[in-house]
């Protein structure tokens, strides 16, 4: 065989040279990739062979790995034999690469020195770091076949790579040749990786030299590495896909990862098995990288102990001390599992720990212990339940770990009681002892022959970490994974509409043809248009004969209302009611179990809890009735910064923090030392989590509906969406229901515009009726003291006047004023105080927001006894500092003419973006090119309530109107001189006590005491 390469002409690469043979061009053909590929980039290669001109012996193999080849002295080796690929240069000019790969055949191994055992592929031996990447060379047919699937035409190129390159056309990204030949053949650019760390250097963390070449700005990049299940390599493809996507980010590209299923483990195998529009639907399904980061961070990769696939649990097998994990789906028996375990454990103690009180107090029922409450009221306090909430020796349980040796702790829904303890704002006074006191509980139960056991079905490695992380030894997870999913697929109509309305209106219809519906909901207060309070006036006006059951926090708290404690009887109860309005106040643990009278369920998920929550609570009612969802686009209430990468949501908040201390001067605070990292990385987990599902929210619900094996049809009318190109005809029959389009239900079909319409009219009419009654109660109600509110707090029964009369305290606490009118209610409820105050501490003076981030900080440290829960502290000099070096306060300049163009605008605008980072860490606020200038400055001046108001247009250049928008200050007309009045008094009165005890003579020697005696 000839081994040597034949000069290429001028943008054409030269053709490998040798045979090809058949058993070798046969597995290449067996994954899928066009045969002319395959002889275009590959050749079989033996050990020896003969050059056919000198008659020399030749080591072909051996010189293409560089490696050294003894020819005397030494024992000859059994001949080689296997094939090699090799494709294209980018950085030489298109022409054939040295460099490539070598298979060798099964019969004639390598070994792998290092993994002893035989090698599956060979690189040449250059050294470290000169691996490089394959790019096969391409005929013409995939050329055109790629061409009109990207609509780029082929014209006067003579490379096919070089046209890739030039025109920008996505590329997909592989590990190994084969399956870069089999995409290549399907039509889509695909570039081959020897390995999942080989697309950049490991040393600098840069992207290969040939990759680099192709990240060009906006290009989009498929990263698609092979599906496996062993937990250590999907750690490592997490972490080669997480950084390779990262560095091709940051050179400008638009980076997504494609999934796959499984259980064919590479693309080719699973194009092989499933065919070119599998592919094609998983390609266009790809999700954005950091989006596949946060839905990575549900996996479970822990090995099972045991696993099982069966409706119920039944009896499991629980280890007598340890960490026991059980997964498994809901409606499952999780909870009835451990009835056996308690009974055969009688006498130790069992502790169960949960974030929902109505759903403590069901699984307390069901296993036989006290709730919180009771046993409190009883002699033998043994074994009880209790929300995390309490979990400290502050809580009237007046919680002490040391009681808890030996004993039996249950954390039911675990993902969720810790997501409650590390974010929830019910937590958060005592976070830091909750937390704390959690981990002392895990090492007592662990270190005495106690058994900890956490559940949930959407089990994953974050809350296993957590808790391992928790513990003071090194333990070893007993892990049950229950496989089976449930076989009765629920009927599922997703409305993909801009609100609720047309629900209504089906809700409507089934309640009167039907029967009974259960509406699961994730909006309680009368702000939402769409809550359970606003849904329950619209029902009772519209369906006054039917009769309506709310549950929410309100009313299983309140003695006077049917819903108080009705987790215990909740199956007792739903069966005499036509509509069910429930929030997750019950919590998604709680099993409706009655049958034949809901005909339906539906649910309206504003995006307030994840779409992984809002599932389970439509799963409360067991029966496979239909299931009529409405979901918004997109959530409201992203953590942190927003950002799905935990790393950045760490990241931005702890650099958020350190700018803030940094401003407070000489301040003794070590945030490391002060703070707990492993409670950080695991809140900055879930919180990315919870901010991929939220940015995509409809999205990644119809996506859970599917993965979960349901049937799901899109309600819209949107002709774009259910046909893609169409006409007059088509439409008309799919309305007259003639034309089917399976997925898709046409919204016109059933439900009429205008009586759609009316309803959204009718709900928005409700909310501010709503809104207005109680913002009116809250300010009549009594008045109470301090004591009689904290007080208030700690007891479970909640009047509508309780409720009230604590509102109306908090909101005079944090305005400082006696009197709470209905107008700062409302306000309120629509975020002002956090803009009031952003803007008190902007327009006065700088000393005032230095005291408050000092008795802020203090607080925390206090209620921490030292430290700190770096996810509440929220301090605000940085915030203000930001908006002076910006300049912001020159806009407050009324009835002053501001122009898109004025040099202080762009100035703004230049800024921001300059320092795009840091305004994300401190106002949560992405800044991009596309942003206008006047955006910029019209976000920021929202960030203290304030905005510029257009009021005309300037005259054009030609002297015609419709230049350029003019845009004034007017002051705003509310109640906030009174109140900002009061803050100063109070800051001043704050400034002269210092200066008394200090004896500082002004404000400025007060600062510099503030750093002397911090």
């Known amino acids: 065989m000839v081994t040597y390469l034949r000069i290429a002409p001028s943008g054409a690469a030269a053709q490998l040279a040798g045979d090809l043979h058949p058993d070798h061009e046969q597995e290449w053909l067996a994954s899928g990739v066009d045969r002319e590929i395959i002889r275009r980039n590959v050749r079989s290669l033996e050990d020896t062979e003969c050059n056919p001109f000198t008659r020399e012996a030749e080591y072909p193999i051996a010189e293409l790995l560089n490696w050294r080849v003894t020819r005397f002295g030494k024992q000859t080796r059994a001949s080689m034999r296997g094939w090699w690929v090799s494709g294209v ?54 050329w055109q076949k790629i061409s009109q699937r990207f609509n780029v035409p082929i014209a006067d190129s003579t490379n096919f790579w070089e046209w890739v390159w030039q025109n920008n056309l996505p590329i997909v990204l592989t590990e190994g040749e084969k399956k870069a030949g089999c995409v290549l053949t399907l039509g889509y650019p695909a570039i081959a990786l020897p390995g999942i760390f080989s697309g950049y250097r490991r040393e600098t963390r840069q992207l290969i030299a040939e990759l680099a070449y192709f990240a060009s700005k906006e290009r989009s990049v498929h990263i698609c590495f092979d599906y496996e299940t062993k937990p250590k390599t999907l750690q490592n493809i997490f972490l080669a896909t997480s950084r ?104 130790r103690k069992v502790l169960v720990i949960t974030h929902r009180i109505q759903l403590g107090k069901a699984i307390c029922q069901s296993i036989g212990i006290d709730w919180i409450d009771d046993a409190l009221k009883s002699e033998n306090q043994h074994s009880y339940g209790l929300c995390v909430d309490s979990l400290h020796p502050n809580s009237r349980a007046r919680f002490n770990p040391a009681d808890w040796e030996g004993a039996i702790v249950i954390l039911d829904e675990v993902e969720q009681v810790l997501w409650h303890a590390l974010n929830s704002a019910t937590c958060y006074q005592q976070r830091v002892r909750i937390l704390e006191t959690l981990r002392e509980l895990v090492a007592v139960v662990l270190e005495t022959g106690g058994l900890l056991i956490a559940q949930d079905a959407d089990l994953s490695d974050v809350s296993i970490d957590y808790l391992r992380g928790l513990a003071e030894s090194a333990i070893q997870p007993w892990v049950v994974v229950n496989e089976w ?48 309070r606003n849904l329950e006036t619209y029902l009772r006006l519209q369906f006054p004969q039917k009769r309506v059951l709310r549950i929410d926090s309100e009313t299983v708290s309140d003695p006077d209302h ?41 649910g309206i998920f504003q995006g307030v809890t994840p779409d992984s929550e809002s599932r389970q609570a439509l799963a409360r009612i067991r029966e496979s009735v239909p299931r009529y969802i409405w979901a918004a686009h997109f959530g409201p209430g992203k953590i942190g910064n927003g950002s799905c990468n935990y790393r950045d949501v760490a990241q931005s908040l702890t650099k958020s923090v350190q700018y803030n201390i940094a401003l407070l001067k000489d301040i003794d605070f070590d945030l490391d030392e002060q703070s707990d990292p492993i409670a950080l990385r695991t809140w900055a987990k879930m919180a990315a989590r919870v901010n991929a599902s939220l940015w995509r929210y409809r999205r990644e619900f119809r996506n859970g509906l599917l993965l979960e094996g349901h049937q799901v049809t899109t309600v819209t009318d949107d002709l774009e969406k259910i046909f893609g190109q169409y ?217 203290i309530g304030v905005k510029l108001t257009c009021t005309g247009r300037a005259v054009a250049p030609d002297g015609r109107r419709g230049g350029l928008r003019i845009y004034k200050y007017f002051p705003p007309q509310d109640d906030r001189a009174s109140i900002l009045a009061e803050w100063e008094k109070r800051d001043i009165s704050m400034l002269q006590t210092l200066m008394e005890i200090t004896g500082c003579n002004d404000f400025s020697e007060v600062e510099d005491w503030i750093g002397q005696s911090a």
């Open 727 to 943: 006409n007059d005809q088509m439409s008309g029959e799919l309305l007259a229901g003639t034309l089917k389009v399976p997925g898709f239900e046409y919204l016109p079909v059933r439900h009429d515009a205008q009586e759609c319409d009316r309803i959204a009219q009718v709900m928005s009419a409700i909310r501010t009726r709503n809104q207005t009654a109680e913002a009116i109660a809250v300010s009549d109600s009594p008045e109470i003291t301090a004591e009689e509110y904290y007080e208030l707090k700690e007891q479970a029964n909640q009047t509508v006047q309780k409720r009230h009369s604590r509102r109306k305290h908090e909101l005079q606490r944090k305005y400082n004023v006696e009197t709470i009118t209905p107008e700062i209610k409302l306000k309120d409820d629509d975020g002002w105080y956090t803009q009031l105050r952003l803007y008190y501490y902007l327009t006065h003076n700088p000393e005032y927001v230095r005291l408050h981030d000092m008795q802020e900080l203090e607080d925390h440290l206090e209620r921490g006894y030292g430290k700190i829960s770096i996810q509440d502290v929220k301090l605000l000099t940085a915030q203000v500092e930001a908006l002076r070096s910006l300049r912001i306060l020159e806009f407050l300049k009324p009835e002053e003419k501001i122009l898109a163009t004025d040099d202080l605008v762009q100035f703004v605008a230049k800024t921001a973006l300059e320092c795009r980072e840091d305004m994300k860490a401190l106002f949560k606020f992405t800044v991009t090119e596309k942003l206008a200038p006047i955006a910029i400055v019209q976000t920021l001046l929202g960030k």
């Open 485 to 532: 999913k449930p076989e009765l697929a629920w009927n599922v109509s997703l409305y993909d509409t801009k609100n609720p309305a047309p629900l209504l209106d089906r809700l409507g219809t089934v309640l009167q043809e039907e029967g009974a519906v259960f509406v699961c909901l994730d909006s309680q207060k009368v702000r939402g248009r769409w809550s359970s």
């Open 562 to 602: 049917a819903a108080y404690h009705i987790a215990e009887r909740i199956n007792d109860v739903v069966g005499d009611y036509d509509v069910v309005l429930a929030t997750p106040t019950i919590g998604t643990g709680v099993s409706i179990d009655i049958r034949n009278h809901f005909k339906a369920v539906f």
């Open 89 to 142: 240069d980018p950085l030489n000019h298109w022409q054939r690469m040295d460099w490539g790969r070598f298979k060798p055949d099964a019969d004639t191994p390598v070994l792998d020195q290092k993994k002893g055992k035989p090698a599956k592929y060979l690189s040449p031996s250059l050294g470290k770091g000169s691996s490089r990447l394959v790019l096969l060379d391409v005929p013409p047919q995939i």
């Open 244 to 347: 390779l996507g990262q560095l091709l980010t940051n050179a400008g590209c638009q980076v997504k990862v494609i999934t796959l299923p499984g259980a064919e483990k590479g693309v080719d195998d699973f194009v092989v098995a499933r065919g070119a529009d599998a592919f094609t639907n998983l390609y266009e399904s790809a999700i954005e990288l950091e989006f596949w980061q946060a839905s990575k961070l549900w996996s479970l990769t822990y090995s099972a102990s045991l696993k099982l696939n069966q409706p119920f649990l039944g009896d499991l097998p629980y280890p007598e001390s340890g960490l026991a994990c059980i997964k498994s789906a809901k409606g499952t028996g999780k909870t009835t599992a451990l009835q056996a375990l308690i009974k055969k454990s009688a006498g």
